[in-house]
């Protein structure tokens, strides 16, 4: 059925249904057609420092902005007015900005780095209450529809705090009773909360993100508020110093949270990451976290890195890496050979020596390679490379040579583009998951990687005999440095596949591998032999360590479901992500470049990329009823975005080629953080935005040579 007839129909079922109603406004909120049009609209121009914070009400009808002059601006968005400037007395950056439900509207709460949050009456400009209770930074408020009178914080103090206007008195002075939850009790002295989200129909589900990869999610019904009780005569002293005695007051046992309590996610790569990253200087932390519309999904735009999406209802849980027993033909006991680099399981229990299973969702083989003994009678010897897969649909089929073409072409992110198109129309095709998995592995951008385990991992679930997924697998097990794990998935793989034992890409990976593996072996040795000729002093646990039930929590921690990439985000630690339209169709991010991207959620695929600032898109807000977007930045100016008339003329601030755009800034998250402060300044760093095609080069000629199927 045509696209036309598909909405008379829909229109007249509105009509005469009002239960269509919704939906129907749900389905056209945002439609491809609008998104493809969508263009600037207008400047609103009133503020004098960069625009830190956008906030709707809930009818739409305003849009408030926040700045680092220190003023909230509300404007009447459809006839681009400026109604009303607050002088809120804040002496820092505003950081963020709310509309109090159930005030109609005459309510807003700013929050902003001198550690005060003030409530203001719009109607006379005057400002009712000033909470100093936390002592650092206030980076995010957040409320929850129709609940009035209750909002909730986050600031660098590393806790969150709850008030309550009908009590006020419980969040004055020097006893603040408003502390909900205290990150430094199980992070650390050096923790930071950096953002904050209720989920809109779940509104006792409360997600916070922090100075490190890992989301929190904890329900509100199963915490009660504590107090942080401060010396008398430190009252007047500076939030800083404020902030080192609140972690002198911070103990687990005083801010206990029960274990059920919380729910951690996080991207199954990085907990091991970390040190790689700060070895490079670059900070994991969550800028911005959103719940969808629906409340079932969670994204989280992390700083350092991508953007993730988690589902809360059914969360990818930590998952076995099985593999059969006895497929050693060295006689060496497998478990003597090495402990587990990752703390993925190498038994039938799901434990390893030690007991501690990995703690991250990690979407690999999953009960995959163990029931893979009872498909080996399937499997015959195969004469070559090629994969003999079911044929596809002709559709399908011509996307699949598409990206086959892309890929030999070496236009990887390409590749993945259509890829991911075709494994969305066909979730069932175990090749387009494991040609996606060779294109993964080729661009190697952040992430990347594991990216492709996972396609592996479901390749195999799809096919067992999947010869170039099997492979993959391994090399992706080693390029992550889980050494053990790749040695173990290789020696079943020339158990599995014979013929291919011999190759010189399998010996060649087998050597590398087994490198890794007596490295990792020798450095346990040096470990242990210096343990046992000088024993440390014994010395009380560092403030500094994470608590056990953090560590719990970790290693319970859901994987993510979609990725999206492309922008950058590694300047500036308030930039947003947020779901377009009423059923979260697509999904908005600004970036360090000065553009902000548009991605189609269920593919993942970069939709448009548009210039929104001079120099950073920090701020992304939907309009909620209409197909309408504000942006902001480090201008002095709110952008609105909406669709424009398809009069054939060129909108001069859509980048033209967004995989250069989003290339461009993968090498830019990567670079020397000199360098991005120099190319900030609006200095040209040669081999950061340009591609260096004779490395490239080199690179290609060096790695194994893996053709899609």
Partial sequence: MEPSNVFIRSLMQREIEEQSRISFQRHLHITPDLVARIGLECELEGHTGCVNCLEWNSKGSLLASGSDDCQVILWEPFHHKKLTAIRTGHHGNIFSVKFLPSSNDTTVISGAADCRIRVHDINTKETTHVFSCHANRVKRLAVAPNIPFLFWSAAEDGTVMQYDLREPETSYGTNPQNVLINLNAYMGPTAEAKCIAINPLRPELIAVGANDPYVRMFDRRMLSCKAVTFPSENGARTPWERHNLLNMFSSEEEFQIPNKCANYFVAGHLPQKQKDFKKRYRTLAATYITFSPDGRELLVNLGGEQIYLFDINRPRKPQKLDLPIGIHTNGVVREAACPP??????????????????????????????????????????????????????????????????????????????????????????????????????????????????????????????????????????????????????????SKFPDYAKSHACEALDRDIKAAVFSKTDQVDESGDSTKSDPPPRRQPSKSSVSEQEQVWREKAADYELRFCGH?????????????????????????????????????????????????????????????????????????????????HKDEREVDNSTDAATANQRRMNADPLEVMLMNMGYRITGVLDGDDEAEGRAEEAAVHCRPS
């Fill in 341 to 494: 680099t990752n703390g993925f399981s190498m038994h039938r229990n799901g434990t390893t020596t030690n007991g501690v299973t990995n703690g991250v969702a990690r979407h690999l083989v999953s009960s995959t390679v163990a029931k893979l003994e009872e498909t080996d009678h399937q499997v015959k010897s195969l004469k070559g490379h090629k994969y003999e897969s079911k044929p596809l649909p002709p559709h399908i089929e011509a996307l699949k040579q598409k990206a086959n073409s892309f890929f030999e072409k070496q236009q990887y992110t390409l590749a993945i583009s259509v890829y991911n198109k075709a494994v969305t129309m066909a979730p069932q095709a175990a090749v387009l998951y494991g040609n996606r998995a060779a294109a993964y592995m080729k661009r190697k951008w952040d992430g990347d990687l594991y990216a492709a385990l996972r396609d592996c991992s479901t390749a195999i679930q799809i096919d067992a005999s999947h010869l170039k997924a099997h492979f993959r697998l391994a090399r992706c097990l080693y390029e992550l440095s889980w050494a053990k794990e790749a040695f173990d998935c290789l020696l079943y793989f020339k």
């Fill in 568 to 648: 950058c985000n590694t300047t500036t630690d308030i930039k947003e992500a947020n779901f377009f339209g009423s059923n979260g169709q697509y999904i908005v991010a600004g970036s360090d470049d000065g553009s902000f991207f548009i991605w189609e959620k269920s593919t993942t695929n970069i939709v448009r990329v548009l210039r929104g600032d001079d120099s950073i898109v920090n701020c992304l807000q939907p309009h909620p009823s209409s197909c309408m977007l504000a942006t902001s930045g480090i201008d002095p100016v709110v952008r609105l975005w909406s669709p424009r008339p398809d009069d054939g």
